[in-house]
C-alpha cells in the first residue's frame, strides 16, 4: 500500500547537529524522500501541528520548544512507511526506545526527543498539507 508520511527533526536535533546521521538512516533503509525544507516555524503553524495537544499540562511548553529554532521538514513515500518510521523514531517517551531507535540512540527526554513522524496515514496527510503544497513533492 502506497503511503506518504511527514517526518520533522525537531529543533533539539538540528541544534546538536543531528541531521545528516538521521536522513543517513533514511537513505540507508532504502526510503524515498519526495520533499524536504528547512523552516523556523511561527507560533500559529506549531499550534496547528499539535492541536490535538491543546488543552494538555505540556502544551505551552511544547510549542515554546518547537518554535524555538529551525526544524527540518520531510515527506517519505513508500509502502507502509507510517508504520516503518514509527518504529525507526521509536516511542515518545526515548527512555522507553529500544537502542536502534532514533530516539533510542539520540534522545533521552519526553519533551526534547529529537524528532516527530506522523501516527496514522490520515494524520500524515494533514501535517504534509501544513507544511508542503503537492507542486513541492517529487512525483516519480
Ligand atoms: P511527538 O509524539 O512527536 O508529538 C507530541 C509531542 O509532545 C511529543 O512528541 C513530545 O515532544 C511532546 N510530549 C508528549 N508528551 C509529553 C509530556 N508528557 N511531557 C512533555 N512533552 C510531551
Not at 26 to 35: H, N, P, S, T, Y
Not at 61 to 72: E, F, K
Request: net charge neutral.
Amino acid at each position: 500500500l502506497m503511503e506518504r508520511t511527514f517526518v520533522m527533526i525537531k529543533p533539539d536535533g538540528v541544534r546538536r547537529n543531528l541531521v545528516g546521521q538521521i536522513i543517513s538512516r533514511f537513505e540507508l533503509r532504502g526510503l524515498k524522500i519526495i520533499g524536504m525544507k528547512m523552516l523556523k516555524m511561527d507560533k500559529e503553524t506549531a499550534e496547528k501541528l499539535y492541536a490535538e495537544h491543546k488543552g494538555k499540562s505540556f502544551f505551552e511548553d511544547l510549542i515554546n520548544y518547537i518554535t524555538s529554532g529551525p526544524v527540518v521538514t520531510i515527506v517519505i513515500e513508500g509502502d507502509g512507511v507510517v508504520l516503518l518510521m514509527r518504529k525507526m523514531i521509536g516511542n515518545t517517551d526515548p527512555k522507553e526506545s529500544p537502542p536502534g531507535t532514533i530516539r533510542g540512540d539520540m534522545a533521552i527526554t519526553k519533551s526534547e526527543n529529537v524528532i516527530h513522524a506522523s501516527d496514522s496515514p490520515e494524520k500524515a496527510e494533514k501535517e504534509i498539507s501544513i507544511f508542503f503544497t503537492e507542486k513541492e513533492l517529487i512525483k516519480s
